[in-house]
């Protein structure tokens, strides 16, 4: 691996940060006021500048792709350094930062500029893409910090971008609650982070990545930290499960919908809610220590993914649908990293980037078509008003589904044929995937069907109302159309790569000196599959699923409505397995009651009742001791004598 | 050694101040503010001058300054500054023109001054206490201060305080005296042991550093009966008062929510580092191995603290006394990393109270500004007040992000090394004080809600002015602070590295030794 020294890392972080500055401070300045930034000036120089930063993004992907396994660094200046703890500001790009750069800066442009139109008739736009890219910056800094300490800044700050965001429309106090919920439950998350670096400083002596990855390649070192590999995994992942909404600390992205919905392709679906899976596979030599860790992470994303993937069936605000189904496949992606298939969660976490952000950004489209409407039953046959929607939609559809030969399909497939053939694969993992993959074609296939097929169901108002989105929408959502359709070529499997003129695995190939590649044994030892019949069985469920989806919903919108015994299903799928009540019950009202009797009972009551109390003493002496107060001069003058003497004899050493 | 009267300028420039406006006519009063404004900018430029002549490789004392005073009992006028008082002193120096800056009274709204001649004469005074008890380089001298410092607070709280104003300041006096008391006694048993030892009685406090008390560890009746841990428990409750650590912390939310908002900023940003740097700078260094021992019952203390702080905070529906109660909650960190006898927490501990001095004087005069605009510090009684003063809401989340300490903000350079470091040693301990990472953001966050987002619900908006410019500056200025020290910690910190490193190693060479 060569190091190379490169302003390009640092140029790529600051662009943003520029356009940040640039809304948030520049223009209030020169226009004297928050709300008074056009659109267009809003919208254009922070397009202008995370547009920026992909140039010099792909400029630095040329230079990867030139050498052997080169990454390009930036030390900016020393930012910690006392004590024996030394953390410089430094950036790095390799072939894993540079693969997510890319995504980032290359969808957040798109998104970007898609919002210059779709918050063109907001207030406050200014403030709207300030925080945006303010976002970049700090999403940037994630994936480029070459140490878990600047990692975490970045983590942090998305985090805060996100709070920010997510209540834009803060005067509304569901949004602002959304918001804080957000923040404080990733917070959780972000403890559990920190204990992890902490431990890994006490075992390694260091928290640069660098440093941490090279002294895993050393066995001595490896069957040192071996006893404290798992409590140190764990911890990293508890993280995790915040910031890439996992059981059990998913609850706050579903709320987080309530911020506009390009905000929700960018950084709820596309990039910061994959950090997770980011640092799972950045620290992957150290993962692999703990097989009971990597066991842990398996389920937690196997479960997660089935559990959202069936809210996802039941809900009917377009976003929540979206929302689960983000949680889902974040499911999906951990439970790559727990079987050990870290590239392959990277691939999905690549074509999910694509075909999300698609689905979300169309979803803002139909919404902005329907005069902000989020409710599919009151949608329904929009493909004809829609075409442009309709068609990018059905692409990134086709793509989630994992129906041949789009993205989804090969990344999904790759996750499911992963989760049993290889080493730390379990049969009954791969079955939940299975089963949640024929959830996500068939909600898929159930929003399509509600919203652009069916029955009209919307108001006459709203129907008045309806009309294609602008260029400016519609053109990214072709880009990541074609993104979703053709990207899963990136990651060919063999058994189709030899058909197509032995085309390799390409991304596995390129994250190979980062990730390792693990042979996939063509033929499964605990399914004696082969590879074959896995793709062909999950490509009919998939095609199966989602048609199902469509045909069943163009006239009726819960399984409920045909399947009468469903309905209680119906119930508890809708709310969501009742998870946000449940917390409430367990958590927030016990701290609550925590909060109380700390302020009332113990501070007020004990602790103050004992100061007073002790004043209360005081002054009972005070009016006893009253008495020698007699007005008396002659007493008075002797008990002066008497204590000038006993001064005197102090002083004097005579008694002491 | 190099002697220089510059630390002795900054000390009493304030007090000189203070008796040229007690010789001014009243009908002056409208410009009484200004002299104090003019006071705090010049000490503010001693104190630069200070900070650009000390030299950051050596971890000695500098710019001492030495007086006879009462030399037969070796008690002098010594003032010294080092790595560790040089930031504390800088604090303070800036924290007050802000202060005042950020207080000015708005006499446009018929409010009439108060006394102003005597009010500004104990914001004056207090200064003077406040620099003599950073640089302070003889005990007895340490003492007078930090006692001279009690005396202007009380007025402050007692003369221009809230409606419990007399209960609030007799309250802070009792507890702060008891403390006291206790810490003169051993000051002059130091004294003594000091004069039978060196054969010459001195109050230097770097000579009664090398005086070695007995300490027994065997047993905890041992320890306790040890004469090292009689002298450290009774600087220890001096200082941990002032701190203020629980159990003792009640005087200060009261305190707080009666002192007039500069007197709140001065209370929080540097009053209560006087408690810790007591502690770093007498109790824990020159008792060394009693303070050890004796560590993990200050940490648990401290990490109690933390929690408990923030669920009082958490609890509050006043805003200012919410603000209070954090201050405890963020005081517990400092604790922790003053006795974990580890470097890198050490460090943290010592950046923390500069860091805390910023947000907490930050957020105090933004419950200033809500008071004097709305005159109610009642949370119920805002919201959604971002759309009216948009200036003071950015403010406001900037000082809240410093309070939870997002990372590129000071708050994040105090509490990461701290629970890092102090990690090593304790991990359980640390694991329940970060709970406090999450207790931080749940009452910082419901504040800023219940303040600034949500819809408008009072009637009496329409005149609610933003900002004006006295506290455009004063924020900027903390503003600059926040993400300056976030950013680049070193540039603002590196001269404190040799005082520290050679703190930290003494400190722990002194408690492994034995």
Sequence with gaps: METMNSSLPLLILISPLIGFFINGVVFPLKLKGFAKTSANAAGGTATFFIGLSFLFATVAFGKLLGGENPSLVTYCFEWFNFGGLEIPFELRIDRLSGTLVMIITGIGTLIHLYSTSYMHDEECVGRYFSYLNLFCFNMLLLVMGNNLPLLFFGWEGVGLCSYLLIGFWYTDTEKANAGKKAFIVNRVGDLGFLIGMFLLFRELGTLSLTEINALLADPAVVSRIMPSATLICLSLFVGATGKSAQIPLYVWLPDAMSGPTPVSALIHAATMVTAGVYMIARLNPLFELSPLALSVIAHTGALTALFAGSIAVAQTDIKKVLAYSTVSQLGFMFLACGVGAYQTAVFHLMTHAFFKALLFLGSGSVIHACSGEQDMTKMGGLKKYLPHTHLTMLIGSLAISGIPFFSGFFSKDEILYSAIALPNGVSYLFVIGVLTAMLTAFYTGRMMSLTFYGKEKMSEEVHHHLHESPALMTGPLYVLAGLAAFGGFLGVPHLLGDYLGHMPHLLSQWLAPIIPTKELPLVAVKLPLHEAVVMFGSSVIAVVSFFAGVAMFKRIEFISDIFGGFAPVQKLLANKYYVDELYHLMIVTPIKKIAAFAGDVIDKLVLDGAVNGVGRGVRVIGSTLRAVQTGDLQTYGILMLGGLLVAILLIFKVLV | ?514
């Excluded at chain 2, 909650?329 to 109270?353: C, R």
């Excluded at chain 2, 200036?391 to 939870?404: C, Q, R």
């Design chain 2, 1 to 514: 050694m190099e002697t220089s009267t510059l630390l002795s300028w900054i000390i009493f420039t304030p007090l000189l101040f203070g008796l040229l406006v007690v010789l001014l006519p009243q009908r002056l009063e409208q410009q009484f503010r200004k002299a104090a404004l003019v006071q705090t900018l010049v000490n503010a430029l001693l104190a630069t001058v200070v900070y650009l002549g000390f030299d950051g490789s050596s971890a000695g004392a500098q710019f001492v300054h030495l007086v006879e005073w009462l030399p037969d009992w070796g008690i002098n006028y010594r003032v010294a500054i080092d790595g560790i008082s040089l930031p504390l002193v800088m604090l303070t120096a800036y924290v007050a023109p802000l202060a005042i800056l950020g207080t000015w009274p708005d006499l446009h709204h018929g409010a009439g001054l108060k006394k102003e001649k005597f009010f500004v004469f104990c914001l004056m005074a207090l200064q003077s206490g406040m620099y003599g008890t950073f640089l302070a380089a003889d005990v007895f001298l340490f003492y007078f201060f930090w006692e001279v410092v009690l005396i202007p607070m009380f007025f402050l709280i007692g003369i221009w305080g809230g409606k419990e104003r007399i209960y609030a300041t007799v309250k802070f006096f009792l507890y702060t005296m008891v403390g006291s008391l206790l810490m003169l006694v051993a000051i002059f048993w130091l004294l003594k042991t000091g004069a039978t030892e060196f054969g010459a009685p001195t109050g230097e406090l770097a000579a009664l550093a090398k005086l070695n008390f007995a300490f027994d560890g065997s047993s905890l009746g041992a320890a306790l009966s040890s004469p090292q841990t009689l002298l450290f428990l009774a600087f220890a409750l001096a200082f941990v008062i002032k701190v203020p650590m629980v159990p003792f912390h009640t005087w200060l939310p009261d305190a707080h929510v009666q002192a007039p908002t500069v007197g709140s900023v001065f209370l929080a940003a540097v009053l209560l580092k006087m408690g810790t740097y007591g502690l770093m700078r007498i109790a824990i260094p020159m008792f060394p191995q009693a303070a050890h021992y004796f560590s993990s019952l200050f940490i648990a203390l401290g990490v109690i603290g933390i929690i408990y702080g923030a669920f009082c905070a958490l609890h509050q529906t006043d805003f200012k006394k919410l603000v209070a109660y954090s201050s405890v909650s963020h005081m517990g960190y400092i604790m922790i990393g003053l006795f974990a006898f580890q470097k890198v927490a050490i460090a943290g501990a010592l950046y923390q109270m500069i860091n805390h001095g910023i947000s907490a004087g930050g957020l105090f005069l933004i419950v200033g500004f809500l008071y004097e605009r709305l005159h109610t510090r009642n949370l119920g009684e805002f919201g959604g007040l971002a759309k009216s003063v948009p200036l003071m809401a950015i403010g406001f989340m900037i000082m809240t992000l410093s309070s939870v300490a997002l990372p590129g903000t000071n708050g994040f350079v105090g509490e990461f090394p701290i629970l890092l470091g102090a990690f090593q040693v304790w991990p359980v301990y640390v694991l329940f004080a970060g709970t406090g990472v999450i207790l931080g953001a749940v009452y910082a966050l419901k504040a800023y809600q219940l303040v600034m987002l949500g819809p408008q619900t009072r009637t009496d908006l329409d005149g609610l002015t933003d900002l004006n410019l006295k506290e455009i500056v004063a924020m900027s200025v903390l503003t600059v602070f926040v993400f300056g020290i976030g950013f680049f910690p070193k540039a603002f910190f590196w001269k404190s590295d040799a005082a520290l490193e050679s703190y930290g190693t003494s400190l722990i060479q002194k408690v492994s030794s034995k």
